[in-house]
């Protein structure tokens, strides 16, 4: 998937070069929207593959769909106020009609094609396929996992990549070292999967980002059965909260240093970092793990590869530090960044 992550990248690196030339050599750009254009077009192109442009068009309702059911839950105090036919509740049921049947339209022209291509649908399908479910079921196991991926790698990828950039606009020195980094090992061209592997400073920098703003806060539980955790009896059918950041952020398992940008911590990776490695855990843990923590990384280097290897950015003086947490840690008000862009001179200087 490097070269349609590449591609994607592509979009938005001449999107800011316009961007600039209008501007008068400098930018001021929003990047939570280019984030998320990104994020979304790697995860309609990884999962639809051909079916590209109906995977985005489906992908764009989804994403309006979670904004209306995100509204939902600031009235799910309120008894049987879900049932209400209020704008924003008739707007979520239209799409939740909607969209089983785009999705399974796909699945259908997917379904007459003789020769079949190794996107997440296909895998889907043949999930489906092997599977005795009746067709009702059947048809609700192919909605449910192209929501689910989308859902899952969509917001979580694009708000990392927008933690990643505020923190090496934040930390010009990281910012440079990095962007040493992939000039050298890329040498201008685009990064493949073995200069990817070669990029240590970059994946330290990534670790130490989703260390300090891990998109997704809370890792939950259900106990199956009684438990006791050492002292603490768990009834069957209880949730447990793993609070990640609080995890992430503890100095007793960090150091004094904790609440500080440091991805020098990660040099030995991350059983070097911690006392406790286990309790690092941006991608969950044990059998639930992200599946997609790998094309998650992917993304993310080559996004941050190609960003700092043609610009460099500084934070925008109408940049105010708020992280809120909603259904992922964002930036309440984005992240402003002015941006330059780099001339092949500078880069080879570099060098
Ligand atoms: C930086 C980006 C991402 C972060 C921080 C992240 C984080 C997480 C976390 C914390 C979980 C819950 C794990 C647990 O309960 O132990 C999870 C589950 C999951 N993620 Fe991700 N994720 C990211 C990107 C992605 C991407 C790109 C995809 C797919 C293309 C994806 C697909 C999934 C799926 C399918 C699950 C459910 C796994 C299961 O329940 O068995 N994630 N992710």
Known sequence: MVGLITDSTITLVDSWKSR???????ANIKIDEDMRS??????????????????QAIFFKLRALQEAMSKKCFTSGIPGARHLPTKNNREAWALEKELPNLILEVARQRKELASHERDLLQMVLEGAKNS???????????????????????????????????LLAMNPDWQERVRKEAVEICGGQNPDYDMLRKMKQLTMVIHEALRL????????????????????????GVNIWTLVLAHHTDPEIWGPDSYKFNPERFSNGITGACKLPHLY??????????????????????LLALILSRFSFTLSPNYVHKPVISLVIEPKNGVDLLVRELCMSQENKRK
């Not at 009702?136 to 917001?155: H, M, P, Q, W």
Request: proline content about 5%; overall charge neutral.
């Open 20 to 26: 600039i030339a209008k501007e008068g050599g400098v």
């Open 132 to 166: 005795d479910l009746s067709q009702e079921a059947t048809d609700r196991f192919i909605v449910d996992n192209c929501k689910n991926i989308y859902l899952a790698g969509y917001e979580t990828t694009a708000v990392s990549a927008i933690w990643c950039l505020m």
């Open 213 to 236: 703003y891990p998109p997704v806060t809370v890792v939950s539980r259900e106990a199956f059965k009684d438990m006791r955790f050492g002292n603490i009896f768990v009834p069957k």
């Open 38 to 55: 990104f994020s979304g077009d790697v995860i309609s192109r990884a999962c639809f593959g051909s079916n590209f442009t109906q995977g």
């Open 281 to 302: 855990m941006p991608f969950g843990v044990g059998p639930r793990i992200c599946l997609g923590q790998n094309l998650a990384i992917v993304e993310l280097k080559i």
